[in-house]
């Protein structure tokens, strides 16, 4: 369990080192503030057109009577407004990392450098790192989309749905969101996702102290912006403890001098 904590202060250090650095704290803002935009209006849209789309695929209910039509409908409406808002505070990350791409990228460097030690690149042209990570992006996205569908159907169940699935909702956000951050850092290092997906299962813990607390405050209007750069930053940071090699174990005694 002290990997949550560890996950935690990770995520803590990295908004830290941001408000340390304020040319990087300010450049890290445009992605952002681009792309919340683009998603509140989405998210407005989705607001207004909801009582519509459920009553287009409801039309079974037409006939029914009071309560228990409007009970159906504005369960549903909620329903897909928490759905829509699941997808939105996941895509985000991958949306914003891939308007910001260059940027992020020499921010992840620049923690690199100030930690110590090597500074890996990836010395890809700009072009071919896009394409990676659009790619990228997408199949993790595309396994946040299944989740979505399993927890929204999950949610029909009573009691449950409404209590367990909304936690374990969070945590899903929050281990694909920890994904999306960790991938500027490792697709530096040449890790590729496959291998990348590997060494963030053998630390769910780490990964989930570090992803979970930041999809809460992402929740916030606004707050996601702000802390994008510092979550790029506690991601490295949180990489380099990942790949660090392993500190050799000592020899045995007996070993010693041997003959």
């Avoid at 079974?60 to 407004?81: K, Y």
């Avoid at 992020?104 to 896009?130: A, H, I, K, M, Q």
Wanted: hydrophobic content about 55%; glycine content about 12%; aromatic content about 12%.
């Amino acid at each position: 369990m002290s990997d949550l904590g560890v996950g935690f202060g990770y995520l803590m250090k990295g908004q830290r080192w941001a408000f340390q650095h304020g040319r990087w704290l300010g450049f890290g803002l445009l992605p952002g503030l681009i792309t919340l935009v683009v998603y509140a209006a989405a998210l407005i849209g989705l607001g207004y057109g909801a009582d519509d789309f459920v009553g287009w695929a409801t039309p079974f209910a037409d006939d029914w009577s009071s309560p228990w039509l409007g009970l159906l409908r504005n369960t549903l409406v909620v329903l897909v407004f928490v759905f829509g808002l699941f997808l939105a505070v996941i895509t985000f990350t991958a949306v914003t990392l891939l308007v910001g791409q260059p940027f992020y990228e020499s921010l992840s460097e620049e923690v690199d450098r100030s930690e110590g030690g090597e500074v890996p690149e990836s010395g890809l042209p700009l072009w071919r790192e896009l394409w990676i990570s659009a790619r990228d992006s997408a199949r993790i996205l595309l396994r946040v989309a299944l989740y979505g569908v399993l927890l929204f159907a999950l949610g029909f169940i009573p009691v449950i749905g409404q209590t367990v699935v909304p936690a374990i909702g969070f945590c899903v956000s929050g281990y694909f969101l920890a994904q999306e951050l960790t991938s500027v850092a490792l697709q530096r290092r040449g890790v590729v996702l496959v291998d990348r997906l590997a060494l963030l299962r053998g630390r769910r813990l780490l990964v989930l102290g570090f992803g979970v607390p930041l999809t809460l405050s992402f929740l916030v209007p606004f707050v996601a912006v702000f802390l994008m750069p510092g979550a790029v930053a506690g991601a490295t940071l949180l990489v380099r403890d990942l790949v660090a090699p392993a500190a050799p174990e000592p020899s045995s005694p007996y070993s010693l001098n041997k003959g």
